[in-house]
């Protein structure tokens, strides 16, 4: 099975920053990867597809990229709406895994 | 708009089986995509469960694949999932969700439900 690890696990931040989470595969997954937001007590949201794209609505502050097995989600300046949680998830051969989050919080 | 809306059961007790229903409304299952299920512990991650198209072709997780069965009502435009011999570690909140595709993968869950809470105790 591929294991997905983030980091780092917290992240605090402010209002404006630049903000930056790492996602990284115990083997490659090519682009296959995704990005999504969770608040509490709500579904997750998918922010990013195939590494790099931009579900339609997501704001353009959000950008992925990476291929193989190092993936990054910048956020490229922190406003209210994303305090949240960040997972990371892969696809290869009909098997779906998360990474086990990345918890962004209001410095 | 896609919308999906999970129901069933919210306690179930130990050595039972966990049953949900995904009634989906602004897409027709028949059409295409995968459908699945997710599930998240109380204050854990996510974890992938299963997935299956309208002909019925499943994908289990292979952590959980012993106990669980995905199925599909086309119908009534619906998929179930079912997970037997339920302990307390069953405990979470279930989501249903559209597996969306991009360069002819099935990668990524781009639609969820709001998600059920299934609390496993006696």
């Known amino acids: 099975d591929i294991q997905m690890t983030q980091s780092p696990p917290t992240l605090s931040a402010s209002v404006g920053d630049r903000v930056t989470i790492t996602c990284r595969a115990s083997?490659?997954?090519?682009?296959?990867l995704a990005w999504y937001q969770q608040k509490p007590g709500r579904a997750p949201k998918l922010l990013i597809y195939?590494?790099?794209s931009l579900e339609s609505g997501v704001p353009s502050r959000f950008s992925g990229s990476g291929s193989g097995t190092e993936f990054t989600l910048t956020i490229s300046s922190l406003q209210p709406d994303d305090f949240a949680t960040y997972y990371c998830?892969?696809?290869?051969?009909?098997?779906?895994?998360f990474g086990q989050g990345t918890k962004v919080e209001i410095k | 708009q896609v919308q999906l809306q999970e129901s069933g059961p919210g306690l179930v007790k130990p050595s039972e089986t966990l049953s949900l229903t995904c009634a989906v409304s602004?897409?027709?299952?028949?059409?295409?995509?995968?459908w699945g299920w997710i599930r998240q512990s109380p204050g854990k991650g996510l974890e992938w469960i299963a997935n299956?198209?309208?002909?019925?072709?499943?994908h289990y997780n292979p952590s959980l694949k012993s106990r669980v069965t995905i199925s599909v009502d086309t119908s009534k435009n619906q998929f179930s999932l079912k997970l037997s011999s339920v302990t307390a570690a069953d405990t979470a909140v279930y989501y249903c969700?559209?597996?969306?595709?991009?360069?002819?993968?099935?990668?990524?869950?781009?639609?969820w439900g709001q998600g059920t809470l299934v609390t496993v105790s006696s």
């Open positions: 602004g897409y027709s299952i028949s059409s295409g995509y995968f």
């Open positions: 195939k590494a790099s």
């Open positions: 083997q490659s997954i090519s682009s296959l």
């Open positions: 998830q892969q696809y290869n051969t009909y098997s779906w895994t």
């Open positions: 299956i198209y309208h002909s019925g072709r499943t």
């Open positions: 969700a559209r597996v969306s595709d991009t360069s002819g993968y099935y990668s990524h869950f781009d639609n």
